[in-house]
Nanobody, 120 residues
């Protein structure tokens, strides 16, 4: 089993910053990717940012230039630095980790979600 523990959400004014953290523990065999998704009320969950095992990153167009994803492999932790926050960034943010086994079969894990609220 794999557990993901998120932290760092909260309430911030527009233009402010927050940093989310997510640490994976348990039967970590090989991390293929770590990322953050978000879901606003009435909307589908969407990818915010992801970082692949080789270090390449991918961002949603709406957060490019404002958010930065990074990873501490030794700690199995992924971070999301969010700057210049906007009210439309308000959502529940979910950590996602994809592990692969020796046959490259993927296993998907999700955190419990952390609320980010940006006031105008």
């Amino acid at each position: 089993q794999v557990q993901l523990v998120e932290s760092g959400g909260g309430l911030v004014q527009a233009g402010g910053s927050l940093r989310l953290s997510c640490t994976a523990s348990g039967s970590i065999f090989s991390i293929n990717a770590m990322g953050w998704y978000r879901q606003a009320p009435g909307k589908q969950r969407e990818l915010v940012a992801a970082i692949i095992s080789g270090g390449s990153t991918n961002y949603a167009d709406s957060v490019k230039g404002r958010f930065t994803i990074s990873r501490d492999s030794a700690k199995n932790t992924v971070y999301l630095q969010m700057n210049s926050l906007k009210p439309e960034d308000t959502a529940v943010y979910y950590c996602n980790v994809v592990l692969v086994d020796g046959r490259f079969r993927p296993y998907d894990y999700w955190g419990q979600g952390t609320q980010v609220t940006v006031s105008s």
